[in-house]
């Protein structure tokens, strides 16, 4: 062995003891600060991980675009949604008086909140864009009040790590990390536009949560589960778009 | 040992280690980011300038083919097996792979004097001259001269500088100009483009015309002489000898 080989050797070695030490160090840490998503196992984990990772401590803060009035979309596109169940052509027919939103979970006072009780919190709006992962989008004022306003009102505990929501369409829920549900931009949407919101976009109530790509903003939201294991949950991948081949983490 | 002999088993150094791990790293994670890059397009094969745009709105441009969501209006009356869930998964995987991998060469680059000794075309060749030269010898499909073993020629430096600082750094920005995360951080990032659906196109474009690179730089490959080409990205050398070391 000539000495140039030899001296590649030890650099390489060096270098790959680095990357090795590099690599459990990150790992450690990601685990520690929360910043493995919870589909971060596998063969995409690694580039789930880096995302998620980047952009939490990049943007936890951070308040989503917004645009001026004169941006909103004319003829926004509502996208498809499953033919209405039995019970919801029955709670639109009441003019969804009797829809109910549940929050329970790890929480001091699991409650139920009417529409009413929703209208009578803090109302914000936004005028922010929906962009779907297939790369369409659309800008549109969104009303309602922030799910953090809901989440005061029943005492999150200290504990709880992500917010689990259901829809009133079988098998469909997602959730968000704690941070992401205290944003003052995550918004329990009962308006757009100026008006009610139109059940194709999601109404009587849709989750809004306009950094990340519109398939995380769930339609039709009644039931929310407040959690410090997201494991427990589906298949433990934090929604149900894993199963179906999509990342839980969608800020991009 | 006869001279003869001694010439023949002398090596031209051509790549360096660096490079090659990096060039084929990124080959890879370049074919990955393509073929999911497609798949997502067909997802939704219409284009648009600003900052919003959908099938509600008027598109640039739609490529003619079926889409993999039923909601596309196509006039095809088919619709495409969707493979938008693992793609994305392997598309922003792989843009990582080569991002990280960028860093490596970027600092390889500037560090080791590969961008300065072999990208930045040498003063001399600063001329229309020099181009028109060089396109004249592979028109007549001349053998390259001895110095193009080792080192590239005006016409290769100046699409490698391209690629590396014009096209990659503008298929990462107007990636990243699509990410509603990354963008509340960074406005900028996709108001300079014109908004998200302009980034969205560029982006398109921007993949279209790295893969007309790869196109010409395989050919370009291919006519220079393929075996010995490859054998030079492969083990660094372009005349292999019986005692490997």
Same mark, same amino acid.
């Given at each position: ?23 459990? &160090?990150?790992?450690? #840490? ?9 589909? =971060? ?43 209405? &169940?039995?019970?919801?052509?029955? #709670? ?42 297939? =790369? ?7 009303? =309602? &009040? ?9 005492? /999150? ?5 992500? /917010? ?12 968000? $990390? ?20 139109? /059940? ?17 903003? #769930? ?7 407040? &959690? ?7 298949? =433990?991948?934090?929604? /149900? $778009? ?11 | ?11 031209? *150094? ?5 490079? *090659? ?5 990124? %080959? ?17 094969? +219409? ?17 003619? @083919? ?43 680059? @500037? ?45 290769? *430096? ?54 007309? %690179? ?14 010995? +080409? ?16």
């Amino acid at each position: 062995m000539n000495p140039i080989s030899r001296r590649k050797l030890i650099y390489g070695g060096v270098a790959a003891a680095a990357g090795i030490g590099g690599l459990a &160090t990150a790992e450690h #840490l990601a685990k520690r600060y929360g910043l493995v998503p919870p589909d =971060g196992a596998g063969i995409y984990g690694p580039g789930e991980t880096l995302t998620y990772a980047c952009q939490k401590l990049l943007t936890t803060r951070l308040p989503a675009r917004e645009f001026s009035r004169d941006m909103i979309s004319k003829n926004p596109f509502a996208n498809e949604i499953a033919p209405p &169940t039995e019970e919801f052509k029955r #709670l639109q027919a009441g003019g969804f008086n009797d829809w109910r939103l549940t929050v329970d979970g790890t929480v001091a006072r699991p409650t139920s909140f009417s529409l009413a009780d929703l209208k009578s919190m803090p109302i914000h709006s936004q005028i922010t864009e929906i962009a779907c992962e297939e =790369g369409w989008s659309y800008v549109a004022e969104w009303i =309602g &009040t922030p799910l953090s306003s809901v989440l005061n009102e029943v005492g /999150v505990l200290p504990q709880s790590r992500y /917010v689990v929501y259901y829809t009133v369409e079988k098998n469909l829920w997602g959730s968000i $990390d704690i941070a992401d549900a205290h944003h003052p931009d995550t918004l329990l949407a009962m308006g757009m536009n100026d008006g009610e919101l139109p /059940v194709p976009f999601g109404g009587p109530l849709r989750l809004r949560i306009p950094r990340q790509l519109g398939y995380k903003s #769930l339609k039709f939201v009644r039931h929310i589960t407040v &959690t410090d294991d997201i494991k427990k949950f589906g298949s =433990g991948k934090g929604s /149900v $778009d894993p199963d179906y081949g999509y990342a839980w983490y969608a800020g991009i | 040992m006869p001279a003869v002999s001694q010439l023949e088993k002398t090596r031209t *150094r051509r790549h360096s280690g660096v490079v *090659r791990a990096t060039h084929w790293i990124t %080959f890879i994670a370049f074919m990955a980011l393509l073929i999911t890059g497609g798949e997502i397009v067909i997802s939704h094969p +219409r284009f648009y300038w600003g900052e919003v745009g959908n099938v509600n709105t008027h598109p640039l441009f739609v490529i003619p @083919i079926p889409a993999s969501r039923d909601t596309v209006p196509t006039g095809y009356n088919y619709v495409m097996p969707d493979q938008n869930g693992w793609s994305r998964y392997l598309h922003f995987e792989a843009a990582w792979v080569a991002v990280l991998t960028a860093i490596v060469y970027g600092l390889y680059g @500037i560090f080791s004097g590969h961008f300065r000794k072999n990208l930045i075309p040498k003063r001399a060749d600063w001329t229309w001259r020099a181009y028109w030269d060089r396109i004249a010898l592979y028109l007549r499909r001349k053998r390259p001269d001895r110095a193009e073993d080792s080192s590239y020629n005006v016409l290769q *430096r100046t699409a490698y500088l391209a690629v590396i600082f014009v096209l990659f750094p503008l298929i990462i920005w107007t990636g990243l100009a699509m990410s509603p995360t990354f963008t509340s951080a960074f406005p900028a990032t996709s108001e300079l483009l014109g908004g998200r659906q302009s980034a969205r196109t560029i982006h398109f474009f921007v993949s279209g015309l790295l893969l007309l %690179f790869l196109f010409v730089h395989v050919v370009m490959v291919a006519l220079s002489g393929f075996r010995s +080409r490859m054998r030079a990205m492969i083990t660094g050398n372009t005349r292999d000898s019986e005692e490997e070391r």
